[in-house]
C-alpha cells in the first residue's frame, strides 16, 4: 500500500512539471507571436502619390531599376541592400558607373532577384534571406507594376522618379528625399543635394555674364542611350555641361533634330568651333564609332574645330540612368576648355576625385582617387584631353 502511495506522489509530481514545462512553452510563444506582429510603422508619400506603411526602422532594402541603387550609394546606405538586379552585377568597361565601382561587392555578393529595368521577380525577392522591409523602385511603364508587386510580396513597394540636375530637379530632389525617409537619411540627403546646388551654382556664376558674342558655339556626339553606344550623330540638343555653363550648343532649340540622329549635313552646316566626343562611342567598333569618323571621314575633316585640334573626350554619364558625379565633372572640363580664364583656379582632377569622393566614397579620398583613375581610363583614349584626329 505503501509503495503504491509512492507510485501515485511519483506520477502527481510528474505531472506537475510537465504541465509547468507546457505553462511555460505556451507563455513564451504567445509572447513571441505578439513580438512578431508588434511592428512600428509609419506612412510615407512615395512619387505617385502613394501612402505606403513602412516599418519605422528599416534594415533591409533593395532597389529596382535606374538609379534607386546609385540614389541609395550617395545616401551611404548601400550596405542595407540583400539583393541585386542583374544590371548591378557587371563592372565592365561598357557598364563603367562610379557607385558600382567604389563597390564591387555588387557584382559578387548578392543574390539576383530580378531583370533589369525594373523586370523583377517576386518569387526570387520572397526568397531572399533577410527578406527586404522595403522595396525601392523606379517609376516606370517597364517591369512589375508597384501595386501588383507589393500584392505579391507582402512588401511596402516605394516608387520614385529619378529626375535630372536641369528641367526635373524636383523630382531628383524628392527621390533623395523618400529615399531618405525609408534608410533614415534625411539629412545626408540634404547634404546631397546642397552639393548640387554648390557646383551647379559654382558653373553657373562663372559663366553667366559672358557675352553671346563671345562664346564659341560647339557640338558633342557620341552620346550613348538606353540601347547601347552610338555614333558621332548621336547628340543631346541639352546635352547638361552645356547648359551648365550656358555654352552655346549648336544643336540646342533646333526642333527638328531628334535626339538621337543627326545628319551629317546638319553637323557641317552648324560647323561648330569645337567639338566634344562621348567616349562611349569608341564600343560602336571601327566602322561606327565617332573618333573613327572624325578621323577617317573627309567631310567631316573640313570642320573648323577638327582643323584647330579642338576635339576633346567626355566622360560618358549615360549608364543605367544619369551618373550624375559624372555630369558635374564633364561640366568642369567643358568650362575650362571653352573658357580657361573663367576656370583657371580649378584643378580639373582634383575637382572630379572630390566629386566622386562625395558622392560614392563615403569620405574615402584614396577610394575617390581609383574611381577617377578607373573612369578617366575606361577607354583606351583618357578622358578630358585633346583628341589626335
Not at 507563455?27 to 510603422?41: A, G, K, L, M, R
Not at 502613394?50 to 533593395?62: A, G, L, Q, S
Not at 549635313?265 to 566602322?287: A, M, Q, R, S, V
Request: proline residues 4%; negative net charge.
Amino acid at each position: 500500500m505503501k509503495g503504491n502511495k509512492n507510485h501515485l506522489m511519483v506520477f502527481l509530481f510528474a505531472l506537475a512539471a510537465v504541465s509547468i514545462l507546457v505553462s511555460g512553452c505556451t507563455e513564451t510563444s504567445t509572447s513571441q507571436s505578439i513580438q512578431t506582429q508588434d511592428v512600428t510603422t509609419v506612412t510615407i508619400t512615395d512619387a505617385l502619390g502613394r501612402e505606403v506603411e513602412i516599418p519605422e526602422n528599416t534594415e533591409y532594402v533593395i532597389c529596382s531599376g535606374v538609379n534607386t541603387l546609385r540614389f541609395l550609394t550617395y545616401l551611404e546606405a548601400q550596405d542595407m541592400i540583400v539583393g541585386i538586379d542583374r544590371a548591378e552585377t557587371t563592372s565592365t568597361a561598357s557598364n563603367a558607373k562610379p557607385y558600382s565601382l567604389a563597390n564591387p561587392q555588387f557584382a559578387t555578393d548578392y543574390v539576383i532577384f530580378g531583370e533589369t529595368r525594373g523586370q523583377d521577380d517576386p518569387e526570387k525577392i520572397l526568397s531572399l534571406d533577410p527578406l527586404p522591409d522595403v522595396i525601392i523602385k523606379t517609376s516606370s511603364a517597364m517591369g512589375y507594376d508597384p501595386v501588383e508587386l507589393q500584392e505579391k510580396t507582402g512588401i511596402p513597394v516605394v516608387v520614385i522618379n529619378t529626375g535630372d540636375l536641369a528641367e526635373n530637379r524636383d523630382d531628383l530632389d524628392q527621390s533623395l528625399r523618400i529615399i531618405a525617409q525609408v534608410v533614415d537619411k534625411e539629412e545626408r540627403a540634404e547634404e546631397v543635394i546642397a552639393f548640387f546646388d554648390e557646383e551647379l551654382g559654382y558653373l553657373n556664376a562663372q559663366t553667366e555674364d559672358i557675352a553671346e558674342e563671345e562664346k564659341p558655339t560647339c557640338y558633342v556626339g557620341g552620346i550613348g542611350r538606353s540601347g547601347g553606344p552610338q555614333g558621332f550623330q548621336s547628340t543631346e540638343p541639352t546635352y547638361p555641361p552645356f547648359l551648365f555653363t550656358n555654352a552655346l550648343n549648336v544643336a540646342y532649340g533646333d526642333t527638328d533634330i531628334n535626339v538621337a540622329d543627326v545628319s551629317k549635313e546638319k553637323i557641317i552646316e552648324w560647323d561648330p568651333d569645337y567639338l566634344f566626343l562621348d567616349l562611349n562611342t569608341i564600343e560602336c567598333g571601327e566602322e561606327r564609332s565617332g573618333l573613327s569618323l572624325l578621323t577617317n571621314d573627309d567631310s567631316y575633316s573640313l570642320l573648323s574645330a577638327v582643323e584647330t585640334g579642338n576635339v576633346y573626350g567626355v566622360l560618358p554619364f549615360n549608364k543605367y540612368g544619369t551618373n550624375f558625379g559624372s555630369v558635374i565633372a564633364d561640366s568642369y572640363f567643358v568650362g575650362k576648355t571653352l573658357y580657361p580664364d573663367r576656370f583657371e583656379d580649378v584643378d580639373l582632377e582634383s575637382k572630379t576625385i572630390d566629386i566622386y569622393t562625395f558622392l560614392v566614397c563615403e569620405g574615402d579620398e584614396e577610394k575617390g582617387k581609383e574611381i577617377y583613375d578607373s573612369m578617366i581610363n575606361t577607354y583606351e583614349i583618357p578622358a578630358f584631353t585633346r583628341l589626335d584626329i
